[in-house]
């Protein structure tokens, strides 16, 4: 537990599987390792159901925190192939958040639920000291299912084709470019420093899972997972192991977008750390498992979308990823760390802190602001 960010699976099993309270069959699907909902079953649906931190950062600017904090709650019930509907929502203020900043974070927050179709239903709203971005409370986002009608990753099955969407390292790139636009500017100029503040709108798999979810859940999707902390390689183990399946990746077929690879190629230079696409924070980066033979109907809708995506490899007998490239295979283990946060806070030393940051280097990191966090 000294470590931040999730806690490990010894921890789970050990602590938290085995003090569960009360047992009710109406849990269909309760907490379970690399599944990010749970699910009750309510005479004929079946409820879905996500708890997060509520995730602000300013200095990614109001309207981006309102749309991001959002995204990441609804993210997680969408890859059930479940639109979001319903959010209830705790909001602890910190002290330093004005009313006037509150309420454009507010307003923008009810815009993009709005927008999603979701409607707030309860909630709490206080300013207590003690709190600081970016973690200002928690959240639940719901959907309805009829009965059985979602999946989960613990859903792929051996034959499986396994879909990935948009490419590794948009989550890493997309904050790197929101929060040190200067540094990007000095490297690659003010025009492609712009268009690169864009790959921010990428860090949502809602679309990506509705779309998949239209082939059906069950027969026409299996599994779907977003690559969060630790990437694609993470996201993949995770479906391998909640599965019990094993995961073959044809590395020729992994695929990162142009200028998501620009701007992890920026910063690993700047910082010095070099920042692994698959390995790094990825949030709007979906693996997906789908039977074999709707593999082409999945990238259709996908790209009916614009979202960019390819069939990467596919499910097999056994545990684990390996991945098969020129060199033959090798085995991915989970990774034991998220290259983009010591890039991250190296970029804060070296220019001076992030948009938005003041005062010295050390107050800088150590400031709410600066501590993004794993999440």
Not at 176 to 205: H, K, N, Y
Request: proline share 6%.
């Amino acid at each position: 537990m000294s470590q931040l960010g999730k806690v490990g699976r010894r921890f789970f099993e050990d602590i938290i599987y085995r003090n569960l309270g009360a047992a009710d069959d109406s849990v269909i699907l309760g907490p379970a390792f690399g599944v990010d909902f749970g699910v009750l079953r309510l005479g004929d649906f079946d409820l879905i159901v996500e708890v997060d931190p509520v995730y602000v950062v300013p200095q990614y600017g109001w309207d981006r925190s309102a749309w991001f904090a959002i995204h990441i709650l609804a993210s997680d019930v969408a890859v059930s192939g479940v639109p979001p509907r319903y959010l209830f929502i705790d909001l602890n203020i910190p002290p330093e958040m004005t009313d006037d900043e509150l309420g454009t974070l507010w307003r923008g927050m009810s815009d993009e639920c709005r927008r999603l179709g979701v409607a707030v239903v309860a909630g709490h709203t206080g300013r207590y000291a003690g709190t600081s971005y970016p973690m200002i409370g928690g959240a639940t986002m719901v959907g309805v299912a009829e009965r059985d009608r979602w999946v989960s990753p613990s859903m792929a099955r051996p034959g499986d084709a396994i879909i990935l969407t948009k490419g590794g390292g948009v989550e890493a790139a997309g904050i790197l470019a929101a929060m040190f636009p200067e540094a990007l500017e000095a490297e690659l100029g003010s025009e492609a420093a712009r268009r690169a503040q864009d790959i921010f709108w990428r860090m949502t798999v809602v679309p990506d899972a509705l779309a998949l979810a239209r082939l059906g859940p069950r027969e026409g999707i299996h599994a779907m997972h977003d690559a969060t902390e630790y990437g694609v390689w993470g996201a993949l183990n995770d479906v391998a192991e909640a599965s019990g399946v094993g995961i073959r990746v044809r590395e020729g077929d992994l695929f990162v977008e142009e200028d998501v690879s620009e701007v992890l190629r920026v910063f690993s230079g700047l910082t010095g750390v070099q920042i692994d696409p698959m390995s790094a924070i990825s949030e709007g980066t979906l693996v997906a498992a789908v039977p074999p033979d709707r593999a082409e109907e999945a990238l259709r809708e996908l790209s009916r979308e614009g979202i960019r995506a390819a069939v990467i490899g596919e499910v097999v007998e056994g545990s684990g990823v390996v991945a098969v490239g020129e060199e033959g295979e090798r085995r991915i283990p989970p990774p034991e760390s998220d290259p983009f946060w010591p890039a991250f806070f190296r970029a804060v030393e070296i220019t001076g802190g992030a948009r938005g940051l003041g005062g010295s280097p050390r107050s800088r990191l150590r400031s709410p602001g600066a501590n993004l966090g794993p999440r």
